[in-house]
């Protein structure tokens, strides 16, 4: 796998399949279409926000089995939970609702509805 982390924050952003094509420039962020991938879309992604001098591309990565985006860090060799993930509840009337520091949270903390 590929991942694209933060330069700051070293926040797992984006993660691709290995087949996929990326490329981090210092304009932005061109992601080639591809036939299938596991996490992100499969059409192509341009990115205008994430650049070389900000964004880190690191490739043959094993993956967290749970991975999402910006719930873990990445510095090129170790995974870490990040204490600040957040996930949101996107069912009405919880919208504005989030679950902090739960990995395992299947269930909004204010509705009881599915995540």
């Not at 691709?16 to 991938?37: K, L, P």
């Not at 879309?41 to 994430?50: F, M």
């Not at 989030?98 to 990995?103: D, T």
Request: aromatic share 6%; with cysteine.
């Amino acid at each position: 796998m590929k991942t694209i982390t933060d330069n700051t924050t070293k926040l797992s952003l984006f993660l691709y399949n290995d087949d996929r094509t990326v490329t981090i420039g210092s304009n932005g962020t061109v992601v080639a279409a591809t036939a299938s991938d596991k996490h992100e879309s499969i059409g192509e992604n341009i990115l205008p926000d994430v650049k070389s001098s900000t964004h880190t591309l690191h490739t043959d990565v094993t993956e967290p089995a749970n991975w999402q985006g910006t719930k873990y860090t990445f510095d090129g060799t170790t995974w870490a939970l990040n204490p600040n993930f957040k996930i949101v509840c996107e069912k009405d009337p919880c919208i504005q609702s989030v679950v902090l520091n739960n990995y395992d949270a299947t269930k909004c903390s204010e509705c009881g509805e599915d995540l």
